[in-house]
């Protein structure tokens, strides 16, 4: 998994005169890893101290004079290099206060980089494609230097890798709408050039990155569609190539970019697994917002993103954990963290396993079915009496199609609406159904959105049961229910639609957990899920242990070395933890939210919006279920939707990660706190006992049966 964290202002940026531009033209570290040199679009470079945000230093040109490649950092000499004015490489050193007194020469080719890396001389890579290590090229400036790429071919981007006692300079070049890629090596001096394949539609990369892994070169491209390449170039050996040859590429990722193509975008490798991407849209939020997200390449999917305020230029550089993203007119600094993700991970938290999700008969069908019509490993059919083909083909004549449906939706009342919609979802086979229920419920959600008079939730409930919708499909339909107050069509979402945004999950449980009890108690709800609720809270009040836990919440061992035993309490307070705090009907919407699949990393942010009360009631409730699990003479009936233990541990753990500061100076959440230590302690203590018969269990598991043993026989076994 990877996540985002909290970042911070490293700097303001100075507005160009052309809004396109942007104001950063590149960012290095210099021999100190919390120190970042940041040269500016004009006449200026600043060296910042990242960790306390302030600038160490600053150099500017005259007026008049430009920057033309960002300052680098010398690691050998322990001095500063920039090239203002394409031709005049200046040097410096921190004590140095005015740049323009600083050593300068002047060289005869213009210049395009500065590459520094540490434990490595500089080197200089000229417009025209040469390169020169810095020192021969200050002993000599007026060398002459010679011209390797052709006459109508340009740079657009370079960077520098040291693999294997070796430096390597990287570069792309296009001429004509043809791109390649060089490859310098500077020991042996080397030079092999590749052609980057073409994409259909002509458009040249918007940006490039480069890593070293597994002795391998691994350049990183992202185009304009979205699509985010990588080619692999040997480090180790040279092999000599006859000509250009062409790099082959693989696709990584492919990324939403919505209408259109992506303007200013820039992708960049954080490790094997993930990308960060500045620039493209987020899938889930409105159009004209810019993030900053992380993307895992093995799974596809999104795991981390931030919205950046301004508008974005499309630049990211990456050191050491931290990005550097200019944005509107701030650089911002934002830590990351990338772990190696399982799939498990990164789909986040499922259902139970022993949930079972709906008990409906409609199938899913396959693409095989969609597509071909391939029917032989479908369902099999009911055999229907002769009366029943009847009545059904006389349906069949009167009823309308889908387009006719869909057309009656525009503009129909909702009687007729909602009964067309129950006629077409009762008589459709999968096949049909499939292709036309999100169809139907967009149009749906729509005209509702646009007419607050027309609301058609017996339509919406049919349409989710069939199992044929998700929330990717129709994603205004939970909100709309909200919205609505139609608490059952949330309840038939939340247990169907395996795709609920973390932040939709936590409108869901803001709303129900505000709505007072009256309100919801009248709301017809699914049967299971109210005899489930109406079972644990019926469930007996005496005393009991399990799961390691004792009830009354004292445990007379304790890891506090103060610890003293406290008096059992009397049975008015006792009676009150076996209260439910919440009313009958709340409490099954709210275990509709603890069942939901949820990622940790997108959940906890959404959950900081919880106001105090919110989340003690919620905790409260939490608790309640928790001790009810721990008795004895609690049985969950088979079948029923119930969250599990692991499921309302993982929750009390998220709502104390986002709230702890806050219920810690809460007075009224001391003994709610203080009850919930006790559950992990209780918890401790279980899998300590667990964890000594486990070699026990392992010692059993090893064994070998005899094959001659009967039914019924009694063997002494020894372990030890």
């Not at 996540?3 to 396109?20: H, K, P």
């Not at 395009?112 to 200089?124: F, T, Y």
């Not at 060398?143 to 960077?159: H, N």
């Not at 203590?685 to 026990?696: P, R, Y």
Request: proline share 5%.
């Amino acid at each position: 998994m990877a996540a985002l964290y909290e970042g911070f202002t490293l700097c303001g940026l100075v507005q160009t005169q052309n809004a396109s531009d942007s104001e950063i033209q590149g960012i290095e570290l210099d021999g100190d890893s919390d120190h970042a040199i940041v040269t500016d679009s004009t006449r200026s470079v600043t060296l910042y101290k990242v960790s306390d945000q302030k600038p160490l230093g600053s150099w500017t040109v005259k007026q008049g004079q430009l920057l033309t490649c960002p300052a680098v950092f010398n690691f050998q000499t322990k001095e500063y290099v920039v090239v203002s004015d394409n031709k005049v490489i200046r040097v410096w050193k921190d004590e140095d206060l005015n740049l323009d007194k600083a050593f300068k020469a002047t060289v005869s080719a213009d210049v395009w980089r500065v590459h520094s890396a540490p434990g490595e001389e500089p080197v200089v890579l000229f417009q025209r494609g040469a390169v020169r290590l810095l020192d021969s090229l200050l002993s000599a400036p007026q060398q002459p230097i010679e011209d390797v790429l052709s006459e109508e071919e340009v740079i657009r981007w370079s960077t520098n890798i040291v693999a294997e006692n070796q430096h390597f300079v990287l570069f792309t070049t296009e001429q004509k709408g043809e791109r390649c890629l060089y490859v310098q090596r500077l020991n042996p001096n080397t030079l092999q050039k590749y052609r980057l394949e073409r994409e259909d539609s002509g458009a040249p990369p918007l940006s490039f990155s480069a890593s070293l892994r597994d002795k391998h070169l691994n350049l990183l491209y992202l185009y304009p569609n979205g699509c985010v390449y990588q080619s692999v170039v040997a480090a180790r050996g040279y092999v000599g190539l006859e000509g250009v040859q062409t790099l082959p590429r693989s696709l990584r990722l492919r990324l939403p970019v919505g209408e259109g193509e992506l303007g200013a975008a820039s992708a960049v490798a954080l490790d094997e697994a993930h990308v960060a991407v500045v620039g493209v849209p987020h899938p889930s939020a409105r159009t004209g917002k810019d993030f900053l997200c992380i993307w895992n390449t093995n799974f596809q999917t999104l795991q981390a993103g931030k919205e950046l305020a301004g508008r974005i230029h499309g630049q990211v550089w990456c050191y050491l954990g931290k990005l550097f993203v200019p944005h509107g007119k701030a650089l911002s600094v934002i830590p990351y963290q990338c772990q190696k993700s399982s799939l498990a991970s990164a789909l986040g938290k499922l259902r139970h396993p022993g949930i079972a999700v709906s008990k409906s008969s409609v199938a899913v069908p396959s693409w095989n079915t969609l597509l071909h019509g391939d029917q032989t490993q479908g369902p099999t059919k009911i055999v229907e009496t002769r009366k029943s083909k009847l009545s059904r083909k006389s349906q069949s004549a009167q009823a309308l199609t889908v387009d006719q449906v869909l057309e009656l939706v525009k503009t129909g009342p909702v009687d007729e609406v909602q009964r067309e919609v129950e006629a077409l979802v009762s008589r459709g086979d999968a096949q049909d159904l499939q292709l036309s229920v999100g169809q139907l419920a967009c149009h749906l959600v729509a005209r509702s959105q646009a007419e607050t008079a027309f609301y058609t939730p017996v339509a919406l409930a049919q349409l989710v049961q069939t199992q044929c919708l998700c929330h990717s499909v129709c994603p205004d339909l939970l909100l709309l229910a909200l919205e609505h107050k139609d608490y059952f069509l949330c309840q038939l979402c939340l247990q169907l639609f395996p795709d609920i945004p973390e932040v939709v999950t936590c409108a869901c449980l803001k709303t129900f957990i505000s709505v007072p009890d009256g309100d919801v108690e009248m709301v017809s709800l699914e049967p299971d899920s109210v005899s489930f609720m109406e079972g644990l809270v019926a469930a007996g009040a005496r005393g009991g242990q399990q799961n390691g836990f004792s009830p009354p919440l004292f445990e007379e061992d304790s890891c506090d070395a103060n610890h003293q035993p406290k008096p059992p309490q009397d049975k008015k307070a006792t009676l009150q933890l076996e209260a439910c705090p919440v009313g009958l009907h709340k409490a099954v919407l709210l275990n509709e939210v603890l069942q939901t699949p949820y990622s940790d990393n997108f959940l906890l942010p959404h959950l900081k919006d919880l106001d105090t009360q919110q989340v003690i009631l919620f905790l409260q409730y939490l608790q309640f279920v928790y001790l009810k699990y721990s008795q004895d003479v609690y049985t969950q009936t088979p079948g029923l939707r119930s969250p599990t233990m692991t499921q309302i541990i993982d929750w009390v753990c998220l709502l104390l990660d986002a709230h702890f500061t806050v219920l810690v100076m809460t007075p009224d959440a001391k003994g709610l706190l203080s009850n919930l230590q006790s559950f992990v302690k209780s918890q401790v203590k279980l899998f300590s006992e667990l964890g000594k018969i486990e070699s026990s269990l392992q010692e059993l598991h090893k064994m070998k049966l005899s094959k001659d043993i009967s039914q019924y026989s009694i063997e002494v076994i020894e372990l030890f």
